[in-house]
């Protein structure tokens, strides 16, 4: 076999690049997990910091805050992205680039500022306290344009034909939309609601100005975190990175069995040409 | 007949809804960054006052411009890191792409504060690499203990997965074929690479790069937690105005100077290059 240096190099680029990824997120894992928490090597395992962690009454209402959070803005950001990539598609005709253009803009303004500006318009302009309502929308705004963005790349390959299809054949809009397209993109919604939700649920700077006394977990870790690093946050961040990479593993899986395809059809890109 | 009312759906609401909770907020900003604040009050009165003292005092210009060094200088290293990492998983990743990219979103996806706890771990006076140093008898290296050096290693860990997560998404539409034409016709890989895939993909680049460079831009939790008494920029100032001090409309003015800087910088990147010769199509139709 031929030495190729080209090859080589990028794959130590790759690997490289992993490790510094990830390191950190092993060693505050191990060091979580041990006695000697600083430097746990070798590790002496111990759950002491975990159960400190999961008998904290405090982080136990900021875990609840955070996963009514997530949920309620994966919701609405899948709904309204689900209906915009649609609109996108179907009926702008050439104002396209028009309505794309303001529906991708707040992925190019910094968080802190939509949590900011949020806070100006709705705690000064309207004169509303900040709960956990306003954080939602909030959120929203942002995360609709992360899920309009995996919905669109999901569902260009789409054959709209298939409603066309439908429509001939009598059915109403509502029950094409039911029947025909919904069965078919629904691994694309789910996809975007994932991302969604796990993005929402560790959200600090747009959630931090808006939530008002709500505790939900980021802002809990953040204030604690002013207070110097503690075993308890490495607990904290372990869990949540197990909980992430279950899910994004599980994700894995499905498509990889081809449970869920999300959205990739290889066959229909040869029919829809 | 075609139905009015799913096009109002399916557009309007949408539009509706983001005009009505991110343009107005922005608007909002700037009608607030022209009135001022006095012992926690909004004084509605109209003057250019807070851009004044920004633009004057010099502890605000010297935050802005390391603010903007350091944006630049994180976006060019991700930038320079993404694409090998995206160009090695696309040619060598065989049936493992999508895995090894998802492996990259990971983290992003774990939120800030949980990776820049992280961050301390790495980095800090107790963090693994001044604990490895210590162990093998060596001084802790300064150079990453609270300076702008970790805050820049910070915000490089905090966005390399959405560089390189763009920059792969760009690859993958990409025409391989290509590449390999360019090779059969006698040209190094190298050449391939600068003469075909950078120049087709400078538009999925362009945009990771920016999708880096506007929070850096305006990070707030980075530098607060990993720079040193040096290390302040212009996004952190900015939250404290809105937190100790309680100057709102001085934060206000400086959101508007870090948006408008933002705007400035996507404009230019994209004004640089001719969209068509980059292969960009458009939204999935030609």
């Not at chain 1, 029950?175 to 919904?182: A, G, I």
């Not at chain 1, 993005?199 to 204030?223: D, H, Q, R």
């Given at each position: 076999?031929?030495?190729?240096?080209?090859?080589?190099?990028?794959?130590?680029?790759?690997?490289?690049?992993?490790?510094?990824?990830?390191?950190?997120?092993?060693?505050?894992?191990l060091?979580?997990?041990?006695?000697?928490?600083?430097?746990?090597?070798?590790?002496?395992?111990s759950?002491?910091?975990?159960?400190?962690?999961l008998?904290?009454?405090?982080?136990?209402?900021?875990?609840?805050n955070?996963?009514?959070?997530?949920?309620l803005?994966?919701?609405l950001?899948?709904?309204l992205?689900?209906?915009?990539?649609?609109?996108?598609?179907?009926?702008?005709?050439?104002k396209?680039t028009?309505?794309?253009?303001?529906?991708?803009a707040?992925?190019?303004?910094?968080?802190?500022?939509l949590?900011?500006?949020?806070?100006?318009?709705?705690?000064?302009?309207?004169?509303?306290?900040?709960?956990?309502?306003?954080?939602?929308?909030?959120?929203?705004?942002?995360?609709?344009?992360?899920?309009?963005?995996?919905?669109?790349?999901?569902?260009?390959?789409?054959?709209?034909?298939?409603?066309?299809?439908?429509?001939?054949?009598?059915?109403?809009?509502?029950?094409t939309?039911?029947?025909?397209?919904?069965?078919?993109?629904?691994?694309?919604?789910?996809g975007?609601f994932?991302?969604?939700?796990?993005?929402?649920?560790?959200?600090?700077?747009?959630?931090?100005?808006?939530?008002?006394?709500?505790?939900?977990?980021?802002?809990?870790?953040?204030?604690?975190?002013?207070?110097?690093?503690?075993?308890?946050?490495?607990?904290?961040?372990?869990?949540?990175?197990?909980?992430v990479?279950?899910?994004?593993?599980?994700?894995?899986?499905?498509?990889r069995?081809?449970?869920?395809t999300?959205?990739?059809?290889?066959?229909?890109?040869?029919a829809?040409? | 007949?075609?139905?009015?009312?799913?096009?109002?759906?399916?557009?309007?609401?949408?539009?509706?809804?983001?005009?009505?909770?991110?343009?107005?907020?922005?608007?909002?900003?700037?009608?607030?960054?022209?009135?001022?604040?006095?012992?926690?009050?909004?004084?509605?009165?109209?003057?250019?006052?807070?851009?004044?003292?920004?633009?004057?005092?010099?502890?605000?210009a010297?935050?802005?411009?390391?603010?903007?060094?350091?944006?630049?200088?994180?976006?060019v290293?991700?930038?320079a890191?993404?694409?090998?990492?995206?160009?090695g998983?696309?040619?060598?990743?065989?049936?493992y792409?999508?895995?090894?990219?998802?492996?990259?979103?990971?983290?992003?996806?774990?939120?800030?504060?949980?990776?820049?706890?992280?961050?301390?771990?790495?980095?800090?006076?107790?963090g693994?690499?001044?604990?490895?140093?210590m162990?093998?008898?060596?001084?802790?290296?300064?150079?990453?203990m609270?300076?702008?050096?970790?805050?820049?290693?910070?915000?490089v860990?905090?966005?390399l997965?959405?560089?390189?997560?763009?920059?792969?998404?760009?690859?993958?539409?990409?025409?391989?074929?290509?590449?390999?034409?360019?090779?059969?016709?006698?040209?190094?890989?190298?050449r391939?690479?600068?003469?075909?895939?950078?120049?087709?993909?400078?538009?999925?680049?362009?945009?990771?790069?920016?999708?880096?460079?506007?929070?850096?831009?305006?990070?707030?939790?980075?530098?607060?937690f990993?720079?040193?008494?040096?290390?302040?920029?212009?996004?952190?100032?900015?939250?404290?105005?809105?937190?100790e001090?309680?100057?709102?409309?001085?934060?206000?003015?400086?959101?508007?100077?870090?948006?408008?800087?933002?705007?400035?910088a996507?404009?230019?990147?994209?004004?640089?290059?001719d969209?068509?010769?980059?292969?960009?199509?458009?939204?999935?139709?030609?």
């Amino acid at each position: 076999m031929r030495f190729r240096p080209g090859k080589i190099a990028l794959i130590a680029t790759v690997v490289v690049s992993y490790l510094f990824l990830y390191l950190p997120i092993v060693h505050i894992g191990l060091a979580s997990l041990s006695r000697n928490s600083s430097f746990p090597y070798p590790p002496h395992w111990s759950f002491a910091t975990m159960s400190r962690l999961l008998g904290n009454s405090l982080y136990q209402t900021a875990l609840g805050n955070s996963l009514l959070l997530g949920v309620l803005v994966a919701t609405l950001s899948t709904a309204l992205a689900g209906a915009a990539t649609i609109g996108l598609m179907r009926h702008a005709g050439r104002k396209t680039t028009l309505f794309l253009a303001l529906f991708i803009a707040p992925l190019f303004v910094a968080e802190v500022l939509l949590g900011i500006s949020s806070l100006i318009f709705s705690g000064l302009f309207l004169g509303l306290q900040g709960n956990l309502g306003s954080a939602v929308l909030a959120n929203v705004v942002h995360c609709f344009s992360y899920a309009l963005l995996i919905m669109a790349t999901q569902l260009y390959r789409y054959d709209w034909r298939l409603d066309d299809a439908a429509m001939v054949f009598g059915a109403t809009p509502a029950r094409t939309f039911f029947e025909v397209t919904l069965p078919l993109i629904w691994p694309g919604l789910l996809g975007a609601f994932i991302v969604t939700f796990i993005m929402a649920f560790n959200n600090l700077e747009i959630s931090f100005y808006l939530l008002g006394a709500t505790p939900t977990l980021p802002s809990v870790a953040w204030g604690a975190l002013r207070y110097g690093v503690k075993p308890e946050l490495y607990a904290l961040a372990t869990c949540v990175n197990l909980v992430v990479l279950c899910v994004l593993a599980v994700m894995f899986v499905l498509m990889r069995t081809g449970l869920a395809t999300f959205g990739h059809r290889p066959e229909r890109e040869r029919a829809a040409v | 007949m075609r139905s009015r009312l799913a096009p109002w759906l399916t557009l309007g609401v949408p539009t509706v809804f983001l005009i009505a909770l991110f343009v107005l907020p922005l608007l909002s900003m700037l009608v607030l960054s022209v009135w001022r604040t006095e012992n926690y009050h909004i004084v509605q009165d109209w003057n250019l006052r807070n851009y004044w003292v920004l633009a004057t005092d010099g502890a605000y210009a010297t935050f802005l411009l390391r603010s903007i060094a350091m944006a630049t200088a994180v976006s060019v290293i991700c930038t320079a890191i993404a694409w090998p990492v995206a160009y090695g998983i696309t040619l060598y990743g065989g049936r493992y792409k999508l895995l090894l990219t998802l492996g990259f979103a990971v983290p992003f996806l774990t939120g800030e504060v949980l990776r820049v706890i992280a961050l301390q771990g790495l980095l800090g006076p107790v963090g693994l690499v001044n604990g490895v140093l210590m162990s093998l008898g060596a001084a802790p290296l300064r150079a990453i203990m609270y300076t702008n050096v970790a805050s820049a290693i910070g915000l490089v860990y905090l966005y390399l997965p959405i560089v390189v997560t763009v920059i792969y998404l760009s690859l993958l539409n990409f025409d391989q074929r290509l590449l390999d034409a360019a090779k059969i016709f006698g040209a190094s890989p190298a050449r391939a690479f600068f003469e075909i895939a950078w120049p087709l993909n400078l538009f999925g680049t362009l945009i990771g790069f920016a999708l880096c460079f506007i929070p850096c831009l305006s990070a707030t939790l980075a530098p607060r937690f990993l720079g040193g008494p040096n290390g302040t920029l212009y996004g952190m100032a900015m939250a404290q105005q809105f937190g100790e001090s309680g100057t709102w409309a001085l934060g206000a003015a400086m959101g508007v100077v870090l948006f408008v800087l933002s705007i400035a910088a996507v404009f230019v990147a994209f004004r640089t290059v001719d969209l068509r010769r980059t292969g960009f199509t458009g939204f999935g139709r030609s």
